[in-house]
């Protein structure tokens, strides 16, 4: 049967042939592992998605989550793969195995999750919640927290969630007004309403433990003031057994674009009656902490559009190698001719390279990143250890913000290879665009990563991460070099990178200086342009990998050739363009800031 | 009131100043109009867009048309709003007097169109193919056939379709295979099924007409040996009155990712019993006459891409005034500062420019193509018709292909600037991606108007059309460059069309050689191409208008200070990533059709 989520060559090619995650296996943390038990799990990850997620994908879009009286109730498929997933220990790939955990490296928990969001996007967000609501506990919750709340929640008996948004308070997180007011008891009363709370109702679980940020009563204005509290659905006593309702209260979910199986809720805490929350951490620490499980979501984020992306191209590229239409260009005027599948049109094709080199690069980058997350726990030295950690804080915009556009891109792609039945519920792909749109904006829209990168992540350190991530690059540029099948890609890659480097320099002093806004006028783009750099860069990695492979003409010449031509097509036909961009860029037109409001007309 | 549909004093612009169509008035055709009139047609236009059809976007989208035992049912709100598009002749706009028509310029069709399909796409296909039938019987149907079908069609009493998709032949319209077998009467029997057929059946009209490809008994097989028939749901007697069911039933609509209130119909012809057709003009030029239909139906799917777009542009910039969030990055640092409006935002300042170029740069495309239509008409001078029917033929891909991609990018931006609320259905502007999205597809998707432009338009009289279609863009680079305030857009402009005027040659010269397949494989990146220095021109051609009028310091001068600032924007920041894409077609690499199927993977 034709693969419909990861093409699972291209990711044991990945994990085993580009970045070797055997090695790790040299590390005390993963010393009882080898690569037979990550294709073990890779299996089974596939098993789940395909046999046990895929089918629940049509219903999650026409039943959607529905809501009554407070109460979500999730599309009836959903109670079996819950079942499987908490069974499987699934919510905790990476964790210790001391907390409940699988305790495999942290890249095998973004290929299962590429799976999992590629068969059931609305799904996958209940559990990355729950997840990432427990790494919160693990992280920053007292004993007597970890033992009231951890076993449920990364066990997913529990669900979780991140109560960060209110109705003026988006993308500008401090201008919040939900309160906390302490208890004689050590509590506090929670008071506010949260909007757009992904899962925050639902009857896959017993109880829902909400992250929430909220000001203690006194506390002052903006970020600086403001704390984290768990405020649990039904109140939890420090034996773990749970008491009362705690008026958690859903009072509509949104009806939506996409993920209709993902119940996006409003909550009101404390209007039916006092609501309780224990303080998480130390007061006023609350966005620091919370920015813990913001930076989990947002590389979980990638990884979800990067499995929509994936499911998009193979479902485009099956279709393609079985619908029959038209002759193939140089038979057009044989009246023999028969009818040719239509991979054999240009366009056709020129449509599935660009997914598939968008889908094998943004692949390459995010389990890249989440091997360097790997590294960060494993390696011996601090300076290694402070390398990767400063690559995964550099690229986790890019993660997050590249990688969902792109993703838009390929499924728009696919639906234009389908035609006209592309547009209809019949087939797939529509379902994925319309999922796929709300990755660019939940957990910190595409400008908000766009801004995070110019304006923190490319100055860290002085520039040093910046740096020292190019050197990254320079070292496959070297390699790319030494190859004669990938002599001319590296050179390529080289002027690209030298400029790329020039036009960071130029973007990043101005943002710095009194072209401030012209810089961030340019802040997504610049992003755009990083994202194509670091997607060559994966690209000719994998050439690398691949030309010796092609020269001794081994078993799956297919596609290693493959690698060969998609590296030649990002490299030679896309990277073209990204030298335009930073034309654009270096050039620091500032006429979207200065244009007058007035003159945008309207 | 904030404007929700196009921007009246930017439609004002292009028709009036731009285009100046006043001119058109000096023609005999025109000579009892004049600009008043025009004005007047546009007011009235607006309010029936704004009035009548925007009230009923929303339900056409959640209430749809419903299909029931072969017969479909529309939104009730559209039998109001249909009921005066008739009484006010909407359906024949740029249509003879003396067949019922308005008897206005074309230019003028398309400005109402784009405020009709801003409005409601979904209503407004049913209006479009209702006069494509009709003009299809005046220009190619017999006296007779005209007495009997022209009249209602035109009054929109009855309806039109065209058919000529079937399961197996979409794109590739030679493979169907619908029969036509001659009576004795003259009549031809239609036997066969066509598929996604808009406003096949639907309750605002008594009877619908159907022009249907099919093939007579006995003709070749491919495009050469098909005809084209009237066939109506009830049959019509040479007397104009109907008569018994012919036979023409809908066995089902299709549940679509948007455009829900448009019934796209699969269509069995004399499956339930005999169904007659008429021949409209002569066996086997039936793709030739359909083409006509399909030409100007190409023509409006372009219009409805801009109406689209300037719908989402205008929504967006109204929330952008109205949202307040976050601090101006300026402020960003003092705890005093009051929230911002978000179109003090960098990033969002430059969505909206971006929106606003495409929109603006769209509308003049557009407009200047159905003036080009009037010339036709009104010139006096054979050089002159040829030259501008050349240009319209030239721009019809573009008109259709890169301004429905355009409109695709700005409604995903509209949705983008409105955040996580873009996302819901709260707001409208995801219904406008998903209606939109269509447009890239039917009456040929993006890929078969690239391969039009590239097999079929760029050498139309040994490349004559083109060389001149250059000649009016240098006349306005010309003219540019005596403005001081426009010289130096006008010399980035001209380096963009000598570079581009390169780029098509080579590409034009490899299509017509060994490297055809290579060529094609950059069709659609080329037709791309040629839409951004088509709205380059445009842009430098506003700001060429609007420059004296800035100088001058007139009234109006936020909104020529406006044109000024995008035309800025669309050469200096848009244009430099066009050298990028056309370095990318020049380098003519083939590694789309050289890969191997196998190495695609999946």
């Known amino acids: 049967m034709a693969q419909v989520l990861s093409d699972r060559r291209d990711v044991q090619f990945v994990l085993n042939e580009q970045l070797q995650i055997g090695d790790l296996c040299k590390s005390e943390r993963y010393g009882d592992l080898n690569t037979k038990t990550f294709d073990l799990f890779m299996n089974e990850a596939r098993a789940l998605a395909t046999k046990e997620l895929l089918p629940t994908r049509e219903e999650s879009d026409r039943v959607g989550a529905t809501w009554d009286d407070g109460n979500v109730t999730v599309p009836p498929s959903f109670h079996r793969a819950y079942k499987l997933f908490r069974e499987g220990e699934w919510l905790t790939i990476a964790d210790d195995i001391e907390v409940g955990g699988q305790g495999m490296p942290q890249v095998l928990a973004f290929a299962s999750l590429e799976l999992f969001a590629a068969a059931n996007m609305a799904f996958s967000i209940y559990t990355m919640l729950g997840h990432g609501a427990g790494k919160l506990i693990e992280v920053y919750g007292s004993e007597l927290q970890k033992k009231m709340f951890l076993g449920k929640v990364y066990s997913g008996e529990w669900g979780g969630t991140m109560c960060l948004t209110e ?36 009857d896959l ?9 909220a000001r203690i009563e006194g506390d002052p204005a903006g970020t600086s003031g403001i704390s984290i509290f768990l405020v649990p659905k039904y109140w939890v006593n420090e034996d773990g057994t749970t008491g009362d309702y705690n008026n958690v209260y859903v009072d509509r979910i949104e009806e939506k674009m996409g993920i209709h199986a993902s119940a996006t809720c409003s909550v009101q805490f404390g209007a039916k009656g ?24 947002r590389l979980n984020v990638g990884v979800q559009g990067l499995g929509s992306a994936s ?44 997914m598939k080199a968008y889908v094998e690069g943004l692949r390459s980058l995010n389990y890249y990143t989440g091997y360097c997350m790997d590294k960060v726990v494993t390696s011996e030295s601090d300076e290694e250890k402070s390398l990767y950690q400063g690559i995964v804080d550099l690229l986790t915009p890019i993660c997050k913000g590249y990688t969902t556009e792109k993703s838009v891109l390929v499924c728009n792609d696919a639906i234009q290879t389908y035609g006209g039945y592309g547009f209809t519920k019949e087939y797939p792909v529509e379902q ?113 990998v691949a030309a010796p492979m092609v020269e001794k003409g081994k078993k799956d010449l297919a596609f290693y050739k493959g690698q060969m031509e998609t590296a030649r097509y990002f490299i030679n036909v896309m990277l073209p363009i990204t030298f335009g961009k930073m034309d654009s860029i270096l050039a620091l037109d500032d006429a979207a800031v200065a244009i007058d409001d007035a003159s945008f007309g309207g």
Not at 169 to 191: F, M, P, Q, R
Not at 205 to 213: T, Y
């Open 274 to 297: 006092p609501c309780r929350g224990l303080l998480l951490g130390e007061e006023r620490k609350g966005m620091r902490i919370m920015f813990h499980m913001m930076n989990e979501e």
């Open 311 to 354: 499911a998009a191209f193979l479902l485009a590229l099956n279709y393609a190698r079985e619908r029959v239409q038209g002759k193939e260009i140089l038979k057009s005027r044989d009246p023999e001719a028969k009818g040719a599948t239509i991979i054999n049109h240009p366009d056709v094709r020129r449509m599935l390279l660009q």
């Open 167 to 202: 109705p003026e308070a988006g993308s500008d997180v401090g201008a919040l007004t939900t309160t906390a007011v302490k208890n004689e008891d050590g509590t506090y009363n929670i008071t506010g309403n949260k909007i757009f709370i992904s899962a925050a109702d639902h």
């Open 205 to 213: 679980v017993d109880n829902v433990v909400h992250p929430v940020l």
């Open 432 to 544: 994925l665009a319309r999922d796929t749109k709300i990755l660019t904006i939940y957990e910190g829209t595409t400008g908000i990563q766009a801004a995070d990168l110019l304006g923190r992540k490319l100055g860290m350190q002085k520039g040093q991460v910046f740096m020292k991530f190019l050197e990254q690059i320079n070292a496959t540029i070297a390699k790319g070099k030494e190859l004669e099948a990938t002599k001319a890609l590296a050179e390529n890659l080289e002027k690209a990178v030298i400029k790329f480097s020039e036009t960071a320099m130029s973007v990043g002093k101005a943002a710095a200086s009194e072209k401030v806004l012209a810089a961030f006028g340019h802040a997504t783009p610049f992003m755009e342009v990083m994202g194509d750099i670091v997607l060559g860069w994966m690209h000719l990695w994998r050439a690398t």
